[in-house]
Each structure stands twice: as structure tokens, then as C-alpha cells.
């Protein structure tokens, strides 16, 4: 599997403010995505972030709130905006889709997990 | 760390029992099944995946069974070990028509 990882790991915010969360993998992969994960709960989809278009979001996240960026097929940015204590998750960045070669010259479809960004809103 | 599964249904083993950890997915449609592992303070860790045209699957120490009829997906640790403790989940998609849909997850908590 490709090497994921995300910055920060940890912070706390103050409500209003808005955080940046960076994504890096170390080899290109085709597809990224973002998810929530609130304290004792599942992973939800926030949205796929396509290289070089607008992401694609799911039922009850908005761009506005969560602006999403991806310049290339290795990177990724997720803005959590204007921070209400609601917003205290792990951010979880995910990608699938690796080049032939690294997968023994096919398309893998598993999907593998950063370590997650710890937000704590205050 | 934060931790995580808090609020999940929790399966207690004893050390080298094995353990069974069962799933009931939503779509009938989906066709790409994959249980991860999350230890606390950590992103969620594949496992292993199945397919729809299997009903079965093996790896080091685990096994994922699949019943499309009713739409129920399990994974089997053997001689569970201490290192095994941690809050598994099963996605769901269909292949090739991402994204992954999770499961409410559930800790599995080994007994020394």
C-alpha cells in the first residue's frame, strides 16, 4: 500500500476560525477522498476530491463549509470553515486506485486510510 | 489519542479463543466488501476484502465469510491475540463506483 499521510495530526480551535488539512501520498493514486469520523462513531463521506475539478460531496456536506483542493493525484486539502464545536471529529483523508506496477500490473481497489487529524473545537 | 468506538456494540474473547465479528450490509447491489481494523488514535487499517462471486476468503489468522442471500458478511480471527483489540468495521461499495459505505463498527476487546 502507498504511504498516507495528513498534517496536522492533533489541533484545537477556536470557534469562527477555519483549519486546513493536508493530505500526501507517496505515490500517485487515482482516486481521494474525506471523511468524518464524530467521537464513537463510523466513518462518514464528506466528499471525492477530483484533480483538477470541483469535488464531489455528499448529502449534507457543502463546499462552502468544507472547501476541498486537489492540484495533483498525490495531494489533497480539506478547510474545515468557520468552526462551531459540532465540527470536533477525526478527519480521515483515503485513497484507492493504484498504478500497474505497484499493484502487479493492475488496478487495486482497496482503499487505504491516513492516520487522521484530530479537531477539537472550542 | 481520541478514542473511537465509544458507543459500539462490544464482543469480549478471551486470548486464543477465536473470535467472529458479523456485518449486515445495506445494498444488495454492492459487490466489493472490505473489514478494517481501528486501534485508537489511529486511521482505520485494511484487513481484507472479498468479492461477490466468492463466499469466502482467507488470510493470516482471519477469514471473511460472505451471504449475499441475506446480506451478511463476517470476519473470523483465529487465536485471537491481545494486539487484535481494536474497533473493526465492514464497507461496502460497488466495485468500481466508489465511494465506500461503513458499518456502525464494533470493539472487539481480548481478555489476557
Known amino acids: 500500500s502507498a504511504v498516507i499521510s495528513q498534517k496536522p495530526s492533533r489541533d484545537i480551535c477556536q470557534r469562527g476560525t477555519s483549519l486546513t488539512i493536508q493530505c500526501q501520498v507517496d505515490s500517485q493514486v487515482t482516486m481521494m477522498f474525506w471523511y468524518r469520523q464524530q467521537p464513537g462513531q463510523s466513518l462518514t463521506l464528506i466528499a471525492t476530491?477530483?484533480?483538477?475539478?470541483?469535488?464531489?460531496?455528499e448529502s449534507g456536506f457543502v463546499i462552502d463549509k468544507f472547501p476541498i483542493s486537489r492540484p495533483n493525484l498525490t495531494f489533497s486539502t480539506l478547510t474545515v470553515s468557520n468552526m462551531s464545536p459540532e465540527d470536533s471529529s477525526i478527519y480521515l483523508c483515503?485513497?484507492?486506485?493504484?498504478?500497474?506496477?505497484?499493484?502487479?500490473?493492475?488496478?487495486?481497489?482497496?482503499?487505504?486510510f491516513g492516520p487522521g487529524t484530530r479537531l477539537t473545537v472550542l | 489519542g481520541e478514542s473511537v468506538g465509544l458507543h459500539l456494540p462490544t464482543l469480549s474473547v478471551q486470548e486464543g479463543d477465536n473470535s467472529i465479528i458479523n456485518c449486515a450490509y445495506s445494498n444488495s447491489a454492492s459487490d466489493y466488501f472490505i473489514w478494517y481494523k481501528q486501534e485508537s488514535g489511529k486511521g482505520p487499517q485494511f484487513i481484507i476484502d472479498?468479492?461477490?462471486?466468492?463466499d469466502k476468503r482467507q488470510g493470516q489468522r482471519v477469514t471473511v465469510l460472505l451471504n449475499k442471500t441475506v446480506k451478511h458478511l463476517s470476519l473470523q480471527i483465529a487465536a485471537t491475540q491481545p494486539g487484535d483489540s481494536a474497533v473493526y468495521f465492514c464497507?461496502?461499495?460497488?466495485?468500481?463506483?466508489?465511494?465506500?459505505?461503513f458499518g456502525k463498527g464494533t470493539r472487539l476487546s481480548v481478555i489476557a
Open positions: 472479498i468479492r461477490s462471486n466468492m
Open positions: 476530491a477530483n484533480q483538477g475539478s470541483e469535488a464531489t460531496y
Open positions: 464497507a461496502e461499495n460497488i466495485a468500481g463506483n466508489t465511494p465506500l459505505v
Open positions: 483515503s485513497v484507492e486506485g493504484f498504478p500497474p506496477g505497484l499493484a502487479g500490473g493492475f488496478w487495486m481497489d482497496e482503499q487505504f
